[in-house]
């Protein structure tokens, strides 16, 4: 799966810089979410994993960890719907079952989260971001569904 993403990611010229050695996610990660196996394989040995311009990418170890971006953190869709909604526990508890994989600030903000206790992975807009839609059965699927041109990032 990761070969054939890698493929159609420089086909699209997308940057993905993969490295020898598997990054560990964060505490704040692994203790927040039950992490899909299929998925850390996919990601643990990638260092970026972005646009030429730098508006869409996949999070990294590293993203979750902060260390690239600082400024832009990887839950900051969840930070901002706490904040104009007065920290409504619903808000909460969408994000604490929901785990961000994928950022796109090019015009209307978006993202793609893997549903921790579904396996499946959903889509959500500006400004209503926890208002999701599936879009893949698994993450396979929705990795399939990008190297097949069916999800167009």
Same mark, same amino acid.
């Given at each position: 799966?990761?070969?054939?993403? $890698? ?6 010229? /997308? @940057?993905?810089?993969?490295? @020898? ?8 990660? $692994?203790?927040?979410?039950? &992490?899909?196996?299929? /998925?850390? +394989?996919? &990601? ?10 730098? $508006?869409? /990418?996949?999070?990294?170890?590293? %993203? =979750?960890?902060?260390? !690239? ?9 969840? !930070?901002?719907? !706490?904040? =104009? ?5 619903? &808000? &909460? ?19 793609? *989260?893997?549903? $921790? ?7 959500? =807009? +500006? ?5 999701? *839609? ?5 993450? %396979? ?11 167009? !990032?």
């Amino acid at each position: 799966m990761l070969k054939e993403f $890698t493929k159609w990611a420089e086909n699209n010229g /997308w @940057d993905v810089v993969i490295v @020898d050695d598997k990054a560990e996610l964060p505490d704040h990660i $692994t203790k927040r979410y039950k &992490i899909p196996e299929i /998925w850390y +394989e996919f &990601i643990a040995r990638m260092r970026v994993c972005q646009n030429k311009d730098y $508006t869409k /990418w996949f999070f990294t170890p590293w %993203e =979750y960890q902060n260390s !690239l971006n600082p400024g832009f953190h990887w839950n900051e869709f969840e !930070l901002e719907s !706490l904040e =104009y909604c007065d920290n409504d526990p619903m &808000i &909460i508890k969408f994000w604490d079952r929901h785990l961000p994989i994928y950022r796109s600030v090019e015009g209307e903000y978006s993202y793609y *989260a893997i549903d $921790t206790e579904s396996g499946k992975v959903v889509c959500g =807009y +500006e400004p209503e971001y926890e208002d999701a *839609a599936i879009v893949a059965d698994c993450f %396979e699927k929705f990795i399939n569904k990008i190297v097949s041109g069916e999800i167009i !990032l």
